[in-house]
């Protein structure tokens, strides 16, 4: 069973920078796809960033060009690099993995708050 722990989460002020970490507990034998997500009050959860077949990424809208997703394998840890932040990316930020297209089994994290506030 694989367990996936966030951090880097807390309080900045718009225009500062974060990093958020996902640690998976073991080394998956295949991925997938690793992303993440963020999940706002009153809001539905959203897909922020995500890698698929361990090369090609993919962003929402709304952090083109300011947030970066990377993975270091030899750490089985993925990143949310966020930069430029703005109050609108306030939200609960959530690691999600998935080891084989071939399968419904999923794996997420409990999630990890980023406020940004002046």
């Known amino acids: 069973q694989v367990q996936l722990v966030e951090s880097g989460g807390g309080l900045v002020q718009p225009g500062g920078s974060l990093r958020l970490s996902c640690a998976a507990s073991?080394?998956?034998?295949?991925?997938?796809?690793m992303g993440w997500y963020r999940q706002a009050p009153g809001k539905e959860r959203e897909l922020v960033a995500i890698?698929?077949?361990?090369?090609?990424?993919n962003y929402a809208d709304s952090v083109k060009g300011r947030f970066t997703i990377s993975r270091d394998n030899a750490k089985n840890t993925v990143y949310l690099q966020m930069n430029s932040l703005k109050p609108e990316d306030t939200a609960v930020y959530y690691c999600?993995?998935?080891?084989?297209?071939?399968?419904?089994?999923?794996?997420w994290g409990q999630g990890t708050q980023v406020t940004v506030s002046s």
């Open positions: 999600n993995a998935r080891p084989s297209w071939y399968t419904v089994l999923e794996y």
């Open positions: 890698i698929t077949n361990g090369r090609d990424t």
């Open positions: 073991r080394t998956m034998i295949t991925i997938a796809s």
